[in-house]
């Protein structure tokens, strides 16, 4: 389920938004189970709707997400996004952006990955920051950075080893021929 709301102020040359958006995709309350109720994201693109960071598919999650965007100018587009994100069920694993359940390590543990149901569903936040410019009618470069602030749920699957928060930059052209 994905309910979304948002206001474009249209009368102002900027043309400033804000939105807010809140994903759900449902977690099993038995992984090990002969019957799986996660959600299974057949069409995935999950760049544009859970982080720039790709941490995330839609299965097993809870993202809230803020996105506030202007356009200083005709060719330029700005664009600040925050994400709030939880595990939907302890009880289930993260899944990567290509659907694939994290793993590894012993349950509880804090040496990795496992399906822990006594760890916390905060998985982290995550706090993007892209440019666009159009150059020419066929030509854009964007420029992103992000940042991953990590959860207790991260902090308590990586005890051991340890974690850090995460940073992530990147430079785009895209050409339209």
């Known amino acids: 389920a994905v309910v979304q709301g948002g206001y474009?102020?249209?009368e102002n040359?900027?043309?400033?938004?804000?939105?807010?958006v809140y994903s759900y995709a449902s977690g099993s309350k038995n992984a090990a189970g002969s019957t799986s109720q996660t959600f299974q994201n057949m069409?995935?693109?999950?760049?544009l709707h859970y982080g720039y960071m790709d941490l995330n598919s839609l299965q097993n999650i809870d993202d809230i997400r803020v996105a506030c965007t202007c356009k200083p100018t005709t060719t330029t587009s700005v664009a600040l996004e925050g994400h709030l994100q939880y595990l939907d069920k302890t009880s289930d694993s993260w899944y990567n952006v290509a659907g694939v359940a994290r793993a590894g390590g012993t349950a509880n543990a804090g040496n990795g990955y496992a399906i822990s149901p006594s760890f916390s569903r905060d998985r982290g936040k995550?706090?993007?920051?892209?440019?666009?410019?159009?150059v020419l009618p066929s030509t854009q470069i964007?420029?992103?950075?992000?940042?991953?602030?990590?959860?207790?749920?991260?902090?308590?699957?990586?005890?051991?080893?340890?974690?850090?928060?995460a940073s992530y930059c990147y430079v785009q052209l895209t050409l339209t021929l």
């Open 8 to 10: 474009t102020w249209t």
């Open 13 to 20: 040359t900027w043309q400033p938004r804000i939105g807010l």
């Open 43 to 47: 069409f995935a693109t999950t760049h």
């Open 126 to 134: 995550e706090l993007d920051f892209v440019v666009s410019w159009n």
């Open 142 to 165: 964007e420029v992103g950075l992000s940042h991953y602030y990590r959860g207790d749920y991260i902090k308590q699957s990586l005890r051991i080893p340890g974690s850090k928060d």
